[in-house]
């Protein structure tokens, strides 16, 4: 029974894993192996999450460069996004920003056997818009208000709502930036936002404390995962979430593939002949 749980906690993540090397960088071939074994168990959370009818919500915020995509594509690319949904709201309409802040956000929220993902969310006003100036102070000392009331009651409604944030440090940051400009693979990352907020670190640095003091609450906790090794963060990020939620892995039915029918049987391949195929280059 012992051997059993203790295998359970390797596999969701709770033990440190051999490859891991005791601190030093986790080469590849470690990183796949355990990202695989932690994607295998978001298909099983996936499963029981369709089946008990789950709301989640995960709430991805972080420093810009801080590796909030990578963590989400690790999270995200081994299940059904009808399930595991992505949003990333962009810049709000004229028609938006006169609603309610949060009500675009809002109307994303999870029905039952969803989980979404909010790659940047409400907490926009907490962070780039407080240090850019794009809300006013009563706007901002509202917000911070209010969202940690708002979210007591989304909780209480029943939806599980977790929430990360990505902390990069400055000298990282600066790496990842340098990388983007000079790798042309990499120039689609940098956003408008990310040039100013090299030159307002500290004044990020302070909206983050500022938001951790207001919205890090018993009901509606932050975590915060340290991103400068980007491979560990991902797992690091995926394990956690694993261990948060209670799951049961559900046994599935033996699936048998059924013959080919050879009613009508035609070759299908000669009648391509003559359509245009792409040429094999490579």
Same mark, same amino acid.
């Given at each position: 029974?012992?051997?059993?749980r203790? $295998?359970? @906690?390797?596999? &969701?993540?709770? *033990?440190?894993?051999?490859?891991? +090397? #005791?601190?030093? %960088? ?23 999450? $369709?089946? @008990?009818?789950? &709301?989640?919500? *995960?709430?991805?915020?972080?420093? +810009? #460069?801080?590796? %909030? ?54 907490y ?31 909780v ?42 090299r ?63 050879k ?20």
């Amino acid at each position: 029974m012992r051997a059993q749980r203790e $295998k359970t @906690e390797v596999r &969701r993540g709770r *033990v440190k894993p051999d490859t891991e +090397d #005791g601190g030093k %960088k986790l080469k590849r071939k470690g990183y796949e192996k355990e990202l695989r074994r932690l994607q295998v168990e978001l298909c099983h959370l996936q499963a029981w999450v $369709k089946q @008990e009818g789950l &709301r989640v919500i *995960v709430v991805f915020e972080g420093r +810009d #460069g801080a590796g %909030k995509g990578g963590t989400i594509r690790a999270l995200t690319e081994r299940v059904s996004p009808r399930v595991f949904r992505l949003v990333a709201l962009p810049a709000p309409s004229d028609r938006e920003k006169s609603q309610m802040y949060l009500q675009r956000y809002m109307a994303h929220f999870p029905s039952a056997g969803e989980v979404v993902i909010f790659d940047r969310s409400w907490y926009n006003r907490a962070g780039v818009e407080r240090v850019m100036g794009f809300c006013s102070d009563e706007q901002y000392e509202r917000f911070l208000e209010l969202a940690p009331v708002v979210e007591k009651f989304v909780v209480e409604s029943g939806i599980i709502l977790v929430k990360y944030w990505l902390e990069v440090s400055n000298e990282e940051q600066e790496r990842r930036f340098k990388a983007r400009i000079e790798d042309p693979v990499r120039q689609w990352k940098l956003s408008p936002m990310d040039l100013p907020s090299r030159e307002r670190w500290y004044d990020y640095s302070r909206a983050r404390d500022r938001m951790l003091e207001s919205t890090d609450t018993k009901h509606s906790p932050w975590y915060i995962v340290r991103s400068d090794d980007k491979k560990r963060a991902r797992l690091n990020c995926i394990s956690h979430l694993l261990n948060l939620i209670p799951y049961k892995k559900l046994r599935r039915e033996k699936i048998k593939l059924p013959s080919r029918s050879k009613k009508g049987a035609y070759d299908d391949q000669a009648s391509l002949k003559g359509r245009r195929f792409v040429p094999d280059v490579f």
